[in-house]
């Protein structure tokens, strides 16, 4: 999984996962995935080097299906890894919790196909109950993070479920698209339509990244922009796309507490990861309603001021339960989807 072109960098970027899955005999533990890596006699976590142009949310989810098998979703971020190589570079690695996903899940459809790692890369996988784990890896440096993940799971901040932000892809400049007299106002808003570079572009960088959220259902303003921002991904993954007008700018403008509703159903969605996309104006509600559900330590990763997000960027909320069926948010990510080389 190395490609040669990073192997003169001074770090070494490279992404895994923390996979794990509730104990199957009933016993009120859980268990993570773990890999034995013959050159090094070691066991491990799934990881691996970025490959040129990749996102370490993208590699996180192909090394882990590369060694182990099992394809996964990435659920909240760990804390980044750092440490010295023998050749005097360093490595830092990426790690997010993630869960495998069945067969059927509309993402795998979004993915490329991965070629399983070599017997002489990865010989042996396990799943470990969390406590015995932590005797069968070899590395403090990996007992280090599976402390995070157990610390989580005792916390009752481990199972969540996710929403994926979005603001929609550069698009075409209004002094550029609209047609006072030949359309209204609101027509040119709803059919002005993605740049043929950036906005484009950036609309397919999401795909890759949407995908290893493990994004099932999507939810969109109705107008251009917004839905050919997501549409990609949506073939891709052979879903269909669920217009919603309260999240445009007209009608966030004129009712925002409609916009407001529909925050708070998309953060209360356990059953599947879901994706929003929606406008900078709208954004601004839409914040708020996130920080009402976070944490003094998350308000600094909720954006307070215009423009909250970049064209294109994404912002990934993971929620856990509450008691009396509240929700509260326990990590926040901001995500610049990478765009082809050239792009």
């Known amino acids: 999984m190395t490609d040669a072109r990073l192997s003169g ?16 005999d009933g016993k009120d533990s859980i268990e993570v995935l773990l890999v034995h890596r013959p050159r090094y006699d070691d ?14 949310t993208v590699c996180a989810v192909r090394e882990v299906q590369e060694e ?10 760990l804390k980044t890894v750092r440490y010295p190589l023998d050749d005097g570079r360093r490595k830092k690695v990426h790690y997010w919790v993630a869960r495998p996903v069945s067969d059927g899940d509309p993402s795998l459809s979004a993915r490329p196909p991965v070629e399983p790692a070599s017997v002489q890369e990865i010989d042996d996988v396990a799943w470990v109950e969390v406590g ?3 005797k069968r890896l070899t590395h403090d ?13 005792d916390d009752g901040r481990l199972d969540t479920w996710t929403l994926v932000l979005v603001r929609h892809a550069r698009a075409v400049k209004r002094s550029v698209w609209n047609r006072p007299g030949k359309r209204t106002a609101e ?26 959220y493990g994004v099932a259902v999507a939810v969109t303003s109705p107008w251009r922009r917004c839905v050919d921002t997501l549409a990609p991904y949506a073939r891709a993954a052979g879903i269909t796309l669920r217009q919603e007008p ?13 916009a407001r509703r529909v925050v708070e159903r998309a953060l209360r969605v356990p059953d599947a990861p879901l994706v929003l996309c929606t406008h900078r104006p709208v954004l601004a509600t839409v914040m708020a309603v996130v920080a009402q559900h976070a944490p003094g330590r998350l308000l600094r990763a909720v954006p307070d001021q215009d423009p909250w997000l970049r064209t294109g960027e994404i912002m990934v909320i993971h929620m856990a339960r509450r008691p009396r069926g509240r929700v509260r948010v326990v990590a926040i990510e901001k995500v610049r989807p990478v765009l082809p080389k050239g792009g």
């Open 246 to 258: 309260a999240v445009t700018e007209y009608a966030h403008a004129a009712r925002p507490k409609e």
């Open 141 to 153: 440096v990996d007992r280090h993070v599976l402390g995070q993940l157990r610390d989580l799971w």
């Open 132 to 134: 015995r784990a932590r």
């Open 68 to 77: 182990t098998g099992i394809a996964v979703r990435l659920e909240q971020p």
């Open 43 to 56: 066991w491990s976590f799934p990881k691996g080097k970025l490959e040129a142009g990749e996102a370490p």
């Open 9 to 24: 960098r001074r770090t070494v970027l490279a992404a895994g996962a923390l996979v794990w899955r509730p104990c199957p």
């Open 187 to 212: 027509e040119d808003e709803a059919t002005r339509p993605l740049t043929r570079d950036q906005g484009e572009l950036r609309a397919d960088a999401l795909l890759p990244v949407l995908a290893a």
